[in-house]
């Protein structure tokens, strides 16, 4: 039992480090081999996985400008938080990979607004996240 406590630690911790990742391309458009460079000198190897966080990275930087068009399409009458709009895009990236189910990636990207955007983010989140996902 204790394993697949691990393991979930390991994929909830590296949803994290990928979304912080999102952040900084949109803040500074970092190359993502950078990004995960970077994580690999900050984060124990042990606690991320690198394999999971770079399929979804490479995949938010192929569809970087199709998500971002999606985003603001959606939140054209919303000042939209650059936290907010990474964890968007990371659902966007999930639904493209089509690995995890909805409800969890949902759930993720509430557990990660309540993480990183102010008190009230989940809720906006919530509900643009489930729109986002049946585009």
């Known amino acids: 039992m204790s394993k697949n406590l691990s393991k979930h630690k390991i994929v909830v911790k590296t949803r994290e480090c990928i979304v912080q990742a999102i952040y900084q391309i949109f803040m500074e458009d970092t190359i993502v081999s950078d990004l995960i460079d970077q994580f690999r000198d ?28 999606l985003i603001e399409n959606e939140n054209s009458n919303e000042q939209l938080q650059i936290i907010d709009k990474s964890i968007l895009a990371y659902a966007l990236v999930e639904k493209n990979i089509n690995e995890t189910p909805k ?27 489930d729109i986002l996902y049946e585009l």
């Open 103 to 129: 409800e969890v990636v949902i759930d993720e990207c509430i557990r990660l607004a309540k993480k990183f955007s102010n008190e009230k983010a989940y809720k906006y989140v919530n509900a643009k996240a």
């Open 42 to 69: 900050e984060v124990n190897e042990k606690k991320i996985d690198y394999g999971f966080m770079k399929k979804r990275l490479d995949n938010f930087e192929e569809n970087k400008v199709d998500f971002n068009v």
